[in-house]
């Protein structure tokens, strides 16, 4: 079976490794968001008048924005249609509030505009919801067996499963940047910031999307792992 349960110290040590460089990242955004909260804005628009005016501009009349508890807590339901907004965005006058707001109205828009990335990551959701918790226990039962085709085949599920999730997030990359610059766009054209509050959105959503590029790489570093992993169980 091998040790830890066939998967093989490296799996701990990419995990670790990608931990690490996501919570620098995480740090790195808090940090910078905590500084551009500072920025107040020259209109005086809360993070909710700001995403109410967005989405009113869009034409867009049956998504809500609501108020939801936490820090960076901040995401569109396209099952709710609502654009939910922590309460520090939800409520505050800056520049970080207002990067926010139109970023979660910029996925609003994709979804009133039919974007296929955003249709695609979608689909994938209830499935990846299942198969994420399960494909790392599929693998190990794979490995954990003696050996032969069953062996095999139970692994290269798990790996398949773990593969969706991959997927999910290379997907989500361009359905986070394009909303990113669908907002950007939205506050240079309406005149909604200044240089300086401008400059400071664009970078507090430059590095919100560093996260999903970390996710992105972490996790095919660790799809190509495993499959390797489970090949060699094959010979």
């Known amino acids: 079976m091998g040790y830890y349960y066939g998967i093989g110290g490296e799996f701990y040590l990419i995990a670790f490794v990608f931990a690490v460089i996501s919570m620098i990242v995480s740090q790195r955004l808090k940090s910078k968001f905590k500084t551009y909260s500072k920025i107040q804005l020259r209109n005086g628009l809360s993070g909710a008048e700001i995403a109410e005016k967005m989405l009113a501009d869009h034409g867009i009349r049956d998504v809500k924005v609501v108020s939801v508890k936490g820090m960076l807590t901040d995401h569109y339901n396209p099952m709710k249609k609502t654009v939910n907004l922590s309460e520090s965005v939800y409520n505050e006058r800056n520049a970080a509030a207002a990067a926010v707001a139109a970023h979660e109205c910029g996925h609003a828009v994709q979804h009133a505009q039919g974007y296929e990335w955003l249709k695609m990551r979608s689909v994938l959701v209830p499935m990846v919801s299942v198969a994420s918790n399960m494909s790392i226990w599929v693998i190990i039962i794979g490995l ?11 692994a290269s599920i798990g790996v398949a499963m773990f593969g969706l999730g991959t997927l999910f997030s290379f997907i989500t990359l361009p359905v986070e940047y394009d909303a990113s610059n ?18 400071a959105a664009k970078d507090s ?4 999307a560093r996260t999903y590029v970390v996710a992105a790489i972490g996790s095919l570093a660790t799809l190509i792992y495993l499959a390797l992993r489970v090949s060699s169980q094959r010979r």
């Open 182 to 199: 669908r907002a950007m766009a939205w506050l240079r054209r309406k005149n909604m910031v200044g240089q300086q509050e401008f400059a």
């Open 205 to 208: 959503l430059k590095w919100a």
């Open 144 to 154: 954990g067996l003696f050996g032969g085709t069953q062996s095999y085949t139970i």
